[in-house]
């Protein structure tokens, strides 16, 4: 029925500007705007016309014309019809920036001399419960309650409730995340979410989303946010590290916890930012998105040796976190210095064996030089003695 109504209106409206006979349209195009307060109110009153007088649009609520006076921020501005360049369009909005209860109701867009077109405006309360992470809680509620002015009543409206979460690049519904589909109930009877076995990486601003209307072209989607607390968290750095003279450092503090927390590094207990020390950059983590998250050094230099710690506070619960990291530097010929040595061992090795081998080989000569000296005196001895055997006989 409200798009048959709506799509009468449209044409309509067509026919209006296509004969150049004065109209007025409302936007948002919708018979019944929904909001949640205190959201803002933003109406628009369109008069198209040909001929212009010095009659002015005007709006009202229960007979009354709305003003500054009663909070409401009505102005005009003109423009040429996107439709017909032979027409022009003065707008006149009201605008209210914070709403309550008593804000809804039936608006009306008035001209003279031409037919009133009306809004219904309907205000929705919504009341939630926020959750705050306790180590080995059994289960973690969030809840959204909605509700309706005195005289009305909710079940008149129709609408559906999701419960959404943003996770890595755009806002999913829960049921969808990895992780934590599988442990999580929505209670539809009483608008509550309900996390089995809550963890700290649980943390974070979850969105109940109203969407009301039952036809595509007349669904309005309103969000809620319900935060779920944890105190910060920074997960644990390796115990060292150890690099050389002109290596690259990249330090990543990556911490769990909601509210987003103050992320702060610190050199040997010394806060960086009071550090003469221009080579160390601190920069937003660029995968986390979490502000100061990154700790970068281009070129570590020997004097960039010490213990870093990144500190994550958060004023919510007067509460930090920290990890720390050793980083250990040494000189580039630090390798170098083990191979010569290993080098040089084997030189004085290589000189020794070969000094040893010469004065063993020189003293292997003498001995069989004297051998051979020996063994010609004993056979000189032996001949003298055979010519005197002789001799005598």
């Known amino acids: 029925m409200g798009t048959h109504i709506l799509n009468i209106c449209l044409l309509i409206s067509l026919a209006c500007g296509v004969y150049g006979q004065p109209s007025l349209t409302i936007r948002p195009p919708y018979q019944t705007l929904y909001l949640i307060a205190p959201a803002k109110l933003n109406l628009s009153c369109e008069y198209h016309y040909t001929t212009r007088d010095n009659k002015s649009v005007v709006w009202k609520k229960d007979n009354v014309v709305l003003s500054e006076d009663l909070d409401f921020k009505v102005f005009t501005t003109a423009k ?11 707008v006149t909005f009201c605008q209210k920036e914070v709403t309550s209860f008593a804000d809804g109701g039936q608006y009306f867009c008035s001209r003279h001399g031409v037919a009133t077109k009306s809004i219904f405006v309907e205000i929705i309360n919504v009341t939630t419960h926020k959750y705050i992470y306790i180590k080995r809680d059994p289960t973690g509620s969030l809840q959204c309650t909605p509700s309706v002015k005195e005289g009305r009543k909710l079940e008149d409206i129709k609408f559906s409730l999701d419960w959404q979460r943003y996770h890595k690049n755009g806002i999913k519904p829960v049921g969808q995340i990895d992780g934590l589909k599988d442990r999580v109930v929505i209670r539809k009877h009483n608008y509550t979410l309900e996390i089995q076995k809550p963890i700290r990486t649980d943390s974070g601003e979850y969105t109940c989303a109203f969407t009301f209307g039952t036809t595509p072209d007349a669904q309005q989607t309103r969000s809620v946010t319900v935060p779920f607390y944890a105190a910060p968290f920074v997960n644990r750095f390796d115990k060292s590290k150890n690099l050389i003279e002109e290596d690259p450092l990249t330090l990543h503090c990556t911490v769990v916890g909601h509210p987003t927390p103050t992320i702060q590094w610190q050199k040997d207990g010394v806060p960086i930012s009071s550090l003469n020390q221009t080579n160390i950059v601190i920069q937003d983590n660029k995968e986390t998105g979490l502000k100061n998250g990154t700790l970068y050094i281009n070129k570590v230099r020997f ?39 290993i080098v040089a061992e084997v030189v004085i090795l290589c000189i020794i064996i070969f ?28 001949g003298k003695e055979v010519r005197q055997r002789n001799v005598r006989a």
């Open 303 to 341: 004097e960039d040796k010490g213990v870093y710690a990144c500190f994550a506070f958060t004023q919510m619960f007067n509460a930090s976190a920290n990890s720390t990291i050793h980083v250990r530097v040494k000189d580039k010929l630090a390798a170098v210095w083990p191979f010569l040595a």
């Open 80 to 90: 040429t019809s996107d439709d017909n360049p032979s027409q022009s369009v003065e």
């Open 355 to 382: 000094i040893y081998e010469k004065r063993h080989t020189k003293a292997q000569q003498d001995d069989d030089a004297a051998c051979q000296a020996t063994s010609t005196n004993a056979s000189d001895t032996k």
